[in-house]
């Protein structure tokens, strides 16, 4: 069965294009055949072989700022609707995934800066003194098309990327599985309501098949926190010995039957208190 294939490797990350998005390139050529000369004809795949080249530096730009808090990414695939870098986890710390989810964009307004300087000095595309029309207008659609991807990747839809900064901001507060639950539901109905009314207001129906992909993605990974959440509270805690340096009250024991006192784990980043051998409550976290 077809699925993807492997077209290059960044910063020792595997760049991968999905059967869909080579479809769509192909599409772009026989509808064009008939429409003028050759440059016009492929202009479409040119066009959008580079646009999609912008989403996989988008990509990048958060699996480099994954990789400064120690995330791996295990490979980005680009598909007809968007692209997707696989991490190898996902951080767990309000700061880290703000940084994270922003860094994406980031990379996009660098590019939409650097396209709308180059079309300045390259003139209007629609002027007939402008120097190479078709790679004027393709400069022009580029730079529009990444201030596109900064605006709707910032939109509040979980997990998009403005969802994600929703979530940092809310775990701050709330923690990680309030949070999400919170960012999913608020996603959902954005998702949703805004694929419809956009869609059906500009006749794409892709956008469509784009909101429920999203809406999907929320609810997997809000399944997948509720899961994380619940075999935390469920498995065993792996305590280590608590210093008197650091709470002077501490019982730096290993828990016995009815051992009571406070010690560090390092899995929750929090002490936790231990009435007869059994975790109670934790505080200190962070």
Wanted: charged share 15%.
């Amino acid at each position: 069965m077809l699925r993807s294939w492997r077209v290059g490797t960044a910063f020792g990350i595997g760049i991968y294009v999905h059967w869909s998005l080579l479809l769509l390139l192909g599409w772009l050529v026989l509808e064009n055949w008939s429409g003028g000369s050759p440059a016009q004809i492929v202009y479409p795949a040119v066009f959008v072989s580079i646009a999609f080249g912008c989403v996989a530096l988008h990509e990048l730009g958060h699996a480099l700022m994954a990789r400064q808090y120690g995330i791996r990414t295990r490979d980005i695939t680009l598909y007809i609707i968007g692209g997707v870098a696989r991490l190898e986890r996902m951080s767990e710390r309000p700061g880290e995934e703000f940084w994270i989810a922003v860094a994406g964009p980031a990379v996009n307004v660098f590019l939409a800066g650097l396209l709308f300087a180059l079309g300045v000095a390259l003139g209007d595309p629609v002027s007939s003194a402008a120097m190479a029309p078709l790679l004027t207008r393709l400069v022009h659609d580029l730079a529009a098309v990444n201030v596109g991807l900064v605006l709707f990747n910032l939109l509040p839809v979980f997990p998009m990327d403005g969802g994600r900064v929703f979530r940092a901001f809310l775990s701050t507060f709330l923690g990680t599985l309030r949070a999400t639950e919170i960012a999913a539901a608020v996603g959902a109905v954005l998702a949703l309501l805004l694929g419809t009314v956009v869609a059906f207001a500009t006749g794409k129906l892709m956008l469509v098949l784009l909101a429920g992909f999203v809406f999907l993605a929320g609810q997997q990974e809000l399944a997948a926190v509720r899961q994380r959440e619940y075999r935390r509270r469920t498995e065993p805690l792996t305590v280590l010995p608590a210093s008197y340096d650091d709470i002077p009250s501490v019982v730096a024991v290993q828990p016995q039957e009815a051992f009571s006192g406070v010690l560090w784990d390092p899995r929750y980043r929090a002490w936790v208190v231990w009435r007869n051998g059994r975790p109670t409550e934790s505080y200190g976290a962070w």
